[in-house]
Protein backbone atom coordinates (compact mmCIF):
# COMPACT_ATOMS: atom_id res chain seq x y z
CA UNK A 1 0.00 0.00 0.00
CA UNK A 2 1.18 3.98 -1.11
CA UNK A 3 2.18 5.13 2.39
CA UNK A 4 4.01 8.42 3.83
CA UNK A 5 7.05 8.10 6.19
CA UNK A 6 8.86 10.04 8.17
CA UNK A 7 12.16 9.78 10.35
CA UNK A 8 13.31 10.54 12.35
CA UNK A 9 10.24 10.06 15.00
CA UNK A 10 11.93 11.90 17.69
CA UNK A 11 14.89 13.85 17.81
CA UNK A 12 16.73 15.96 20.08
CA UNK A 13 19.64 18.23 19.10
CA UNK A 14 21.65 21.09 20.56
CA UNK A 15 21.14 25.04 19.85
CA UNK A 16 22.91 25.69 16.70
CA UNK A 17 23.37 22.18 15.30
CA UNK A 18 22.22 21.52 11.92
CA UNK A 19 19.20 19.19 11.51
CA UNK A 20 17.53 17.06 8.66
CA UNK A 21 14.08 15.67 8.96
CA UNK A 22 12.99 13.04 6.11
CA UNK A 23 9.79 12.55 4.69
CA UNK A 24 9.18 9.91 2.03
CA UNK A 25 5.85 8.93 0.10
CA UNK A 26 5.04 6.09 -2.46
CA UNK A 27 1.78 7.87 -3.73
CA UNK A 28 3.53 9.19 -6.45
CA UNK A 29 1.85 12.92 -5.68
CA UNK A 30 3.23 15.80 -6.76
CA UNK A 31 2.68 18.13 -4.15
CA UNK A 32 4.45 17.96 -0.77
CA UNK A 33 4.08 20.02 2.25
CA UNK A 34 5.75 20.39 5.74
CA UNK A 35 3.81 21.81 8.89
CA UNK A 36 4.61 22.35 12.36
CA UNK A 37 2.10 21.78 15.34
CA UNK A 38 2.29 23.59 18.28
CA UNK A 39 -0.45 23.59 21.16
CA UNK A 40 -2.48 26.67 20.30
CA UNK A 41 -1.83 27.07 16.59
CA UNK A 42 -3.01 24.16 14.87
CA UNK A 43 -0.97 23.41 12.10
CA UNK A 44 1.25 26.18 10.57
CA UNK A 45 2.85 25.69 6.96
CA UNK A 46 6.46 25.88 6.36
CA UNK A 47 7.43 25.05 3.21
CA UNK A 48 5.74 23.06 0.15
CA UNK A 49 6.48 21.77 -2.99
CA UNK A 50 4.33 21.27 -6.23
CA UNK A 51 6.90 19.13 -8.25
CA UNK A 52 10.24 18.21 -8.78
CA UNK A 53 12.79 21.28 -8.12
CA UNK A 54 9.89 23.64 -7.09
CA UNK A 55 10.11 24.63 -3.77
CA UNK A 56 7.88 28.03 -2.12
CA UNK A 57 7.95 29.09 1.55
CA UNK A 58 5.12 28.82 3.55
CA UNK A 59 3.71 31.00 6.53
CA UNK A 60 6.97 30.46 9.02
CA UNK A 61 9.60 29.75 6.90
CA UNK A 62 12.21 31.25 8.62
CA UNK A 63 14.91 28.50 9.61
CA UNK A 64 14.21 26.25 7.24
CA UNK A 65 14.98 25.50 3.90
CA UNK A 66 13.96 22.61 1.86
CA UNK A 67 14.96 21.10 -1.37
CA UNK A 68 12.88 18.19 -4.00
CA UNK A 69 14.97 16.59 -6.27
CA UNK A 70 12.66 13.42 -7.10
CA UNK A 71 8.76 12.70 -6.79
CA UNK A 72 8.91 11.18 -3.68
CA UNK A 73 11.33 12.91 -1.33
CA UNK A 74 11.04 16.01 0.24
CA UNK A 75 13.31 16.77 3.24
CA UNK A 76 13.44 19.74 5.59
CA UNK A 77 16.84 21.29 6.97
CA UNK A 78 16.96 23.31 9.89
CA UNK A 79 19.97 25.44 9.13
CA UNK A 80 20.64 26.06 12.88
CA UNK A 81 18.23 24.63 15.50
CA UNK A 82 16.53 27.00 18.06
CA UNK A 83 14.35 26.22 20.91
CA UNK A 84 11.81 28.32 19.05
CA UNK A 85 12.18 25.05 16.49
CA UNK A 86 11.07 22.75 19.68
CA UNK A 87 7.47 20.93 18.23
CA UNK A 88 6.07 18.49 16.27
CA UNK A 89 6.75 18.35 12.34
CA UNK A 90 3.80 16.95 9.75
CA UNK A 91 4.99 16.23 6.28
CA UNK A 92 2.15 15.45 4.02
CA UNK A 93 1.25 14.97 0.42
CA UNK A 94 -1.23 15.34 -2.51
CA UNK A 95 -1.98 14.21 -5.92
CA UNK A 96 -2.78 17.73 -7.82
CA UNK A 97 -3.47 21.26 -7.32
CA UNK A 98 -7.31 21.07 -7.24
CA UNK A 99 -10.39 22.42 -5.58
CA UNK A 100 -10.19 20.61 -2.39
CA UNK A 101 -7.33 17.96 -2.62
CA UNK A 102 -6.98 15.48 0.03
CA UNK A 103 -3.92 16.01 2.08
CA UNK A 104 -2.43 12.68 3.10
CA UNK A 105 -0.36 13.24 6.52
CA UNK A 106 2.73 11.75 7.93
CA UNK A 107 2.87 10.05 11.57
CA UNK A 108 5.41 13.25 12.79
CA UNK A 109 8.62 14.29 14.14
CA UNK A 110 8.83 15.39 17.46
CA UNK A 111 11.70 17.25 17.70
CA UNK A 112 13.39 19.03 21.18
CA UNK A 113 15.97 21.42 20.55
CA UNK A 114 18.28 22.14 23.88
CA UNK B 1 -2.52 35.86 13.69
CA UNK B 2 -4.50 32.66 13.17
CA UNK B 3 -6.13 32.63 9.97
CA UNK B 4 -8.77 30.53 11.17
CA UNK B 5 -10.67 30.29 14.64
CA UNK B 6 -11.77 27.04 16.33
CA UNK B 7 -14.18 27.21 19.03
CA UNK B 8 -14.01 25.53 21.93
CA UNK B 9 -10.57 24.51 22.31
CA UNK B 10 -10.90 21.93 24.98
CA UNK B 11 -14.54 19.94 25.16
CA UNK B 12 -15.26 17.16 27.99
CA UNK B 13 -18.34 15.31 27.50
CA UNK B 14 -20.37 12.60 28.68
CA UNK B 15 -21.04 9.35 26.42
CA UNK B 16 -24.74 10.06 24.36
CA UNK B 17 -24.18 14.09 24.17
CA UNK B 18 -24.72 16.06 21.18
CA UNK B 19 -21.28 19.00 20.53
CA UNK B 20 -21.07 21.60 17.93
CA UNK B 21 -17.22 22.84 17.00
CA UNK B 22 -17.35 25.98 15.68
CA UNK B 23 -14.31 26.97 12.75
CA UNK B 24 -14.45 30.93 11.91
CA UNK B 25 -12.33 33.04 9.94
CA UNK B 26 -13.06 37.15 8.16
CA UNK B 27 -11.30 35.81 5.04
CA UNK B 28 -12.74 34.15 2.46
CA UNK B 29 -12.19 30.15 1.46
CA UNK B 30 -12.62 28.12 -1.66
CA UNK B 31 -12.99 25.24 0.30
CA UNK B 32 -13.17 24.09 3.66
CA UNK B 33 -11.78 20.73 5.01
CA UNK B 34 -12.01 18.94 8.64
CA UNK B 35 -9.61 16.56 10.15
CA UNK B 36 -9.29 14.52 12.95
CA UNK B 37 -6.30 13.59 14.50
CA UNK B 38 -5.54 11.02 17.27
CA UNK B 39 -2.33 11.11 19.38
CA UNK B 40 0.79 10.15 18.38
CA UNK B 41 -0.54 10.40 14.73
CA UNK B 42 -0.98 12.75 11.40
CA UNK B 43 -4.42 14.10 10.78
CA UNK B 44 -6.92 12.36 8.47
CA UNK B 45 -9.00 14.03 6.24
CA UNK B 46 -13.18 13.42 7.49
CA UNK B 47 -14.56 15.93 4.97
CA UNK B 48 -14.56 18.69 2.16
CA UNK B 49 -16.72 21.14 1.78
CA UNK B 50 -16.83 23.35 -1.30
CA UNK B 51 -20.07 25.13 -2.18
CA UNK B 52 -21.48 27.90 0.23
CA UNK B 53 -24.34 26.66 2.40
CA UNK B 54 -23.15 23.09 2.09
CA UNK B 55 -23.96 20.36 4.77
CA UNK B 56 -22.15 17.05 4.53
CA UNK B 57 -23.19 14.25 6.84
CA UNK B 58 -21.02 11.34 7.72
CA UNK B 59 -23.56 9.07 10.11
CA UNK B 60 -23.39 11.25 13.06
CA UNK B 61 -20.85 13.78 11.96
CA UNK B 62 -22.86 16.71 10.02
CA UNK B 63 -20.38 19.76 8.32
CA UNK B 64 -21.80 22.97 7.38
CA UNK B 65 -19.81 25.48 5.39
CA UNK B 66 -20.88 28.48 5.91
CA UNK B 67 -23.12 31.09 3.19
CA UNK B 68 -20.36 33.52 2.75
CA UNK B 69 -17.58 30.40 2.76
CA UNK B 70 -16.20 32.20 5.89
CA UNK B 71 -16.77 29.65 8.64
CA UNK B 72 -18.02 26.05 9.18
CA UNK B 73 -19.06 24.00 12.03
CA UNK B 74 -19.31 20.24 12.97
CA UNK B 75 -22.05 18.68 14.87
CA UNK B 76 -21.71 15.35 16.46
CA UNK B 77 -24.64 13.77 17.56
CA UNK B 78 -24.81 11.10 20.62
CA UNK B 79 -20.65 11.22 20.97
CA UNK B 80 -19.07 8.17 21.66
CA UNK B 81 -15.79 7.60 23.00
CA UNK B 82 -14.38 6.52 19.46
CA UNK B 83 -15.01 10.28 18.60
CA UNK B 84 -12.18 11.45 21.36
CA UNK B 85 -9.83 13.17 19.44
CA UNK B 86 -8.21 16.35 18.10
CA UNK B 87 -10.52 18.36 15.12
CA UNK B 88 -9.08 20.57 12.86
CA UNK B 89 -10.63 23.10 10.19
CA UNK B 90 -8.00 23.72 7.35
CA UNK B 91 -9.32 26.28 4.91
CA UNK B 92 -8.40 26.38 0.80
CA UNK B 93 -7.27 30.36 -0.31
CA UNK B 94 -8.69 30.59 -3.88
CA UNK B 95 -5.02 31.59 -4.69
CA UNK B 96 -2.97 28.44 -4.53
CA UNK B 97 -2.88 25.16 -3.00
CA UNK B 98 -2.63 25.98 0.62
CA UNK B 99 -4.68 25.11 3.24
CA UNK B 100 -4.46 27.04 6.29
CA UNK B 101 -5.70 25.10 9.50
CA UNK B 102 -7.69 26.30 12.75
CA UNK B 103 -6.25 26.21 16.35
CA UNK B 104 -7.91 22.73 17.03
CA UNK B 105 -10.51 21.67 19.32
CA UNK B 106 -9.96 18.78 21.51
CA UNK B 107 -12.54 16.66 22.20
CA UNK B 108 -13.15 13.49 25.23
CA UNK B 109 -15.69 11.73 25.40
CA UNK B 110 -16.37 10.12 28.67
CA UNK B 111 -17.58 6.44 28.74
Known amino acids: DAEITQSPRHKITETGRQVTLACHQT?????MFWYRQDLGHGLRLIHY???????NKGEVSDGYSVSRSNTEDLPLTLESAASSQTSVYFC?????????????FGPGTRLLVL | TQLLEQSPQFLSIQEGENLTVYCNSS?????LQWYRQEPGEGPVLLVT?????EVKKLKRLTFQFGDARKDSSLHITAAQPGDTGLYLC???????????FGTGTSLTVIP
Open chain 2, 27 to 31: SVFSS
Open chain 1, 92 to 104: ASSENPGLGETQY
Open chain 2, 49 to 53: VVTGG
Open chain 1, 27 to 31: WNHNN
Open chain 1, 49 to 55: SYGVQDT
Open chain 2, 90 to 100: AGERFTGNQFY
